[in-house]
């Protein structure tokens, strides 16, 4: 079975969560299956390998898994992007826009060389606006980034777009599943 199938398999929908109208897709099936999980990194790395990256970003807080899963296996350092003042030391901090309201994120100011090309990941592409805001994060430190991958795309809420606004290109952008609308 290919991976896009035996992930859209083992992902579990949960409906009205958190709240009402809501079809939550939960990956905890995927963290309970070892070998699955190994051939998500996998084809993070064989994806995005050619071009090649420096450095490896998560998002908090499944981001870190996939991240420093793909850190242990490339060898490659691994920077963390955190909620607001979870952080020690000097940070740059992004605000962006939630549908109930406004969170931040921030990074550590000398957490990536000028210049260095980052691979930036997450489980779960919503509207975007977290990862455009770790987008902006990696460029105040004068990194570059090389691309941005994600466990699940909910294309459906047009977050590709969004992507798109910072300067992302649609070669820079994987999703080893998509989701329409209703799915």
Same mark, same amino acid.
């Given at each position: 079975?290919?991976?896009?199938?035996?992930?859209?398999?083992?992902?579990?929908?949960?409906?009205?969560?958190?709240?009402?109208?809501?079809?939550?897709?939960?990956?905890?099936?995927?963290?309970?299956?070892?070998?699955?999980?190994?051939?998500?990194?996998?084809?993070?790395?064989?994806?995005?390998?050619?071009?090649?990256?420096?450095?490896?970003?998560?998002?908090?807080?499944?981001?870190?898994?996939?991240?420093?899963?793909?850190?242990?296996?490339?060898?490659?350092?691994?920077?963390?992007?955190?909620?607001?003042?979870?952080?020690?030391?000097?940070?740059?901090?992004?605000?962006?826009?939630?549908?109930?309201?406004?969170?931040?994120?921030?990074?550590?100011?000398?957490?990536?060389?000028?210049? @260095?090309?980052?691979?930036? =990941?997450?489980? %779960?592409?919503? &509207? +975007?606006? !977290?990862?455009?805001?770790?987008?902006? $994060?990696?460029?105040?430190?004068?990194?570059?980034?090389?691309?941005?991958?994600?466990?699940?795309?909910? @294309?459906?809420?047009?977050? =590709?777009?969004? %992507?798109?606004? &910072? +300067?992302? !290109?649609?070669?820079?952008?994987?999703? $080893?599943?998509?989701?329409?609308?209703?799915?």
């Amino acid at each position: 079975m290919d991976l896009t199938s035996e992930l859209k398999e083992r992902i579990r929908t949960v409906p009205d969560f958190p709240k009402p109208g809501i079809l939550f897709k939960d990956i905890t099936p995927i963290f309970e299956d070892p070998p699955l999980l190994a051939r998500c990194i996998d084809a993070i790395d064989n994806h995005f390998s050619a071009g090649g990256y420096d450095l490896i970003g998560g998002i908090e807080a499944r981001g870190f898994i996939f991240g420093a899963m793909l850190s242990q296996k490339t060898g490659k350092p691994f920077i963390p992007i955190r909620k607001a003042g979870k952080l020690p030391g000097k940070t740059f901090r992004e605000s962006y826009q939630l549908e109930y309201g406004q969170a931040e994120i921030e990074i550590h100011q000398d957490a990536i060389p000028a210049g @260095a090309r980052i691979l930036l =990941l997450d489980d %779960l592409l919503a &509207t +975007g606006g !977290t990862a455009a805001a770790a987008i902006k $994060l990696i460029e105040q430190t004068g990194g570059k980034l090389a691309g941005i991958a994600f466990l699940i795309d909910l @294309a459906f809420l047009g977050s =590709l777009a969004r %992507l798109r606004e &910072t +300067g992302v !290109t649609d070669d820079q952008i994987l999703s $080893l599943v998509s989701y329409g609308a209703g799915q």
